[in-house]
C-alpha cells in the first residue's frame, strides 16, 4: 500500500506542546511573524485577488527582513505556493495547532 508523505504542517494538530515547541524552534520564521504574514495577505486581499504568486508575501518578507529564501522554501514544502495557498493550506494547519481563530 502506497504511503502519502504527509505534509509536516499537516501533523502539526497532532503533536503535544513539547513537540510543538520543537516546531516551532526550528522554524525559519517566529510564530508572530508568520501570524503577521496571514494577516498582512488577508489584508490585502480585500482589495485583490491572489494573482497565484507569492509577490504579497515576498513583499512582507522583504519589508521586515527576513530570511526570504528559507521561508519560501518551507511555505512550498507546506503547500504554500502561492499567496492564496499560504492562507488556505498553511494558516489554517497554523490555527488548527494554535487555536488562533
Ligand atoms: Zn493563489
Known amino acids: 500500500m502506497p504511503i502519502l508523505k504527509k505534509r509536516q504542517i499537516e501533523i502539526l494538530s497532532q503533536l503535544n506542546n513539547q513537540e510543538l515547541e520543537k516546531y516551532v524552534a526550528a522554524l525559519p520564521i517566529k510564530p508572530d511573524e508568520l501570524e503577521e504574514l496571514f494577516f498582512y495577505i488577508r489584508s490585502r486581499f480585500k482589495n485583490q485577488l491572489c494573482d497565484h504568486t507569492s509577490k504579497l508575501t515576498m513583499q512582507y518578507l522583504i519589508d521586515n527582513r527576513l530570511p526570504f529564501p528559507k521561508i519560501i522554501s518551507w511555505l512550498n ?10 492562507l488556505e493550506n498553511i494558516e489554517t494547519e497554523w490555527n488548527k495547532a494554535f487555536g488562533n481563530s
Open 77 to 86: 514544502e507546506n503547500g504554500g505556493y502561492c499567496d492564496c495557498k499560504i
